[in-house]
């Protein structure tokens, strides 16, 4: 039985065309994918540290995937590094396995910067990567930061919705 496929890395998913990714840890490691898609920064959500671009292209949140885990108070931070770093090229947001803490921080973003509701911004990911999965916390999180940005809650976030 052929081999080859077992051998394929799957890319990161596009999130933005040709500017923000989303992706998991083996991927952020992999120096092929990171030059085919001219990724010039990464911001990694795992406790893995992955020192693979110079310190002010590299912001590492080290945070478990736990639904008590705190990732709010990290999406300021993490908006102002993805919206500086867009200017000059892609970037790759990942996690361990890229479903869970990847996917939270990439719709605090999109949330932040396309000025979506938690809704838009779990349907638009969703449709990008259709495994992708926040735990309850993160999820929690996600409808407060909903609130900060809009001053409001706008999304239903009870079962079995999200």
């Known amino acids: 039985m052929p081999q080859e496929l077992d051998n394929l890395q799957p890319y990161p998913v596009e999130i933005l065309p040709a500017k923000l990714y989303m992706g998991n840890f083996k991927q952020a490691c992999d120096q092929q994918i990171l030059k085919d898609l001219k990724i010039k920064a990464q911001v990694n959500i795992s406790e893995q540290p992955a020192a ?27 908006c102002h590094f993805i919206d500086a770093q867009l200017n000059y090229g892609a970037l790759l947001v990942f996690s361990s396995l890229g479903i869970s803490r990847s996917s939270t921080v990439t719709m605090a973003y999109l949330m932040h910067s396309s000025q979506f509701s938690l809704k ?8 990008c990567k259709t495994n992708m999965r926040p735990n309850r916390g993160f999820v929690k999180q996600l409808s407060d930061w909903e609130t900060q940005i809009y001053g409001t809650t706008i999304t239903d976030i009870s079962e079995p919705n999200y």
């Open 52 to 78: 693979l671009f110079a310190e002010d292209k590299l912001l590492h949140i080290s945070v478990p995937d736990s639904p008590s885990a705190d990732l709010f108070s990290s999406f300021p931070t993490i």
């Open 120 to 127: 838009e911004a779990w349907e638009y990911v969703q449709k």
